[in-house]
C-alpha cells in the first residue's frame, strides 16, 4: 500500500524556542505511524539540523526544506541547494507551494529543474499543484492542475515518477478555514491519479501518494484522509499546534 503521510508546513513561522518546543511536544507523545505511515516536518531553514537532530533515528520521521534553488550551486546570494540540503540530512523538500508561485514567481518550468535536482540528490520533492478560486468558478480546475504536472512531471521516468510525493492544495482553500469538501478533494486526487496514470501506468499512479492541503484540522482530517485517493495532508495552520498536529497524525489510514 501507498504511504499515508502527515506533513507539516510552518512556513515563516515560529522562533527558535517556539520550534523547539512544538516539536518536543509533538514528538513526545510517541506515535508509532502503521507501517505505511510517514510523519514530515518542513522547518524554516535554520532549524533543518535542529529538527533533524530531535528525531533520533525515528525511521516513519522526517525534516523536510520548505524550498531550494533551481540552481545546482555557485553565485546565488540567499539561495539554498538540494547538495546543501543533502549534506546535512535532510530527505524530503516542498516544491512548487502556491505561495512560492504566487509571491516569488516560481513557473512551471524552474519548477522542474527543482524536481530533477531534487531527484538527483535523494531528496523527495514534495510537489505542489491546486488552481486559484477563479480557475474553480470557471470549472477550469482539471486543465489547470493537468497543465501543472505536464510541465514539471511529464519528463521523469516511471521510476522517478515512484520518488515524488504530490501534494494538491487548492490555493482557495489555504489558511482560509474554507476545505475542499471530501468529494471536492477525492474527485481531484482521482482525476490526478488517471492523469498519472494515463502517463506511466496504472501501477505506477498506484504507488504515488497524493496528499490533501488546505484547511485541515483535526476535526476535518479524519474524513478528508479517509476519501480513497487522498493519501495524508499538507497542513500548515493546523500543524503549529502539537495537539491538533497528533490528531492529524492519527487520523492517517493504516
Ligand atoms: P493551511 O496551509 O493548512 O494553513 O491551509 C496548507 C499549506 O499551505 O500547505
Redesign the pocket.
Known amino acids: 500500500m501507498r504511504k499515508q503521510i502527515a506533513a507539516a508546513?510552518w512556513?515563516m513561522n515560529l522562533t527558535i524556542d517556539k520550534a523547539e518546543a512544538l516539536l518536543d511536544d509533538i514528538l513526545k507523545e510517541n506515535i508509532e505511524p502503521a507501517e505505511n505511515g510517514q510523519v514530515v516536518f518542513a522547518v524554516p531553514f535554520p532549524y533543518l539540523m535542529m529538527a533533524a537532530g530531535k528525531l533520533n533515528g525515528k525511521a516513519r520521521y522526517a525534516i523536510a526544506a520548505q524550498n531550494c534553488s533551481n540552481k545546482k550551486a555557485g553565485a546565488y546570494t540567499g539561495e539554498t541547494s538540494v547538495e546543501i540540503l543533502q549534506s546535512i540530512g535532510i530527505n524530503y523538500c516542498i516544491v512548487g507551494?502556491?505561495?512560492r508561485r504566487e509571491y516569488f514567481g516560481e513557473m512551471n518550468q524552474m519548477l522542474a529543474e527543482k524536481v530533477d535536482l531534487c531527484l538527483a540528490q535523494s531528496i523527495t520533492p514534495i510537489f505542489?499543484c491546486g488552481e486559484a478560486l477563479e480557475v474553480r468558478e470557471k470549472e477550469g480546475q482539471n486543465d489547470f492542475v493537468r497543465k501543472q504536472i505536464e510541465d514539471s512531471l511529464y519528463h521523469l521516468s516511471a521510476e522517478q515518477l515512484q520518488k515524488i510525493i504530490i501534494?494538491y492544495?487548492p490555493i482557495w482553500?489555504?489558511?482560509?478555514g474554507r476545505t475542499a469538501s471530501t468529494e471536492q478533494a477525492q474527485q481531484m486526487h482521482h482525476f490526478i491519479r488517471s492523469v498519472l496514470a494515463g502517463k506511466w501506468g496504472e501501477e505506477v499512479a498506484g504507488n504515488i501518494s497524493i496528499l490533501y492541503?488546505?484547511?485541515?484540522k483535526a476535526s476535518n482530517a479524519k474524513e478528508l484522509f479517509g476519501c480513497a485517493d487522498v493519501d495524508g495532508g499538507?497542513?500548515?495552520?493546523?500543524?503549529l499546534i502539537a495537539p491538533e498536529f497528533v490528531q492529524i497524525i492519527n487520523a492517517l489510514k493504516h
Not at 482553500?173 to 482560509?176: E, L, V, Y
Not at 492541503?213 to 485541515?216: E, N, P, R
Not at 499538507?234 to 500543524?239: D, E, H, R, W
Open positions: 508546513n512556513k507551494h502556491s505561495e505542489c501534494a492544495e482553500a489555504i489558511g482560509t492541503g488546505g484547511s485541515v499538507l497542513v500548515g495552520g493546523a500543524s
